[in-house]
């Protein structure tokens, strides 16, 4: 396998170079699916930092909508600690 490069965001596919091949440092939302199955260890959970701010940005006229209130609530759900 190739290198581990920043990029979309998602959960690794798999580890640099096989079984133990490397340390990342990610939003465990990304993460939980994989944490979940074990084919990721939690590693050094005492430095673990807080994750960046989530701002949810919508057009007025569109603040009342259903669609939008259920996706702030999904927002505050799942990163929520």
């Known amino acids: 396998m190739g290198d581990v490069r920043p990029g979309g965001g998602g959960a690794p596919r798999g580890p640099p170079h096989g079984a133990g091949g490397g340390i990342i440092q990610q939003m465990s939302v990304t993460l939980d699916p994989a944490l979940q199955e074990g084919s990721l260890v939690p ?30 609530a999904f927002l505050q759900e799942i990163f929520t600690v």
């Open 43 to 72: 590693m050094l959970p005492e430095w673990q930092v807080p994750g960046p701010n989530i701002v949810a940005l919508y057009q007025p006229t569109r603040r009342e909508t259903a669609k939008v209130k259920v996706f702030v």
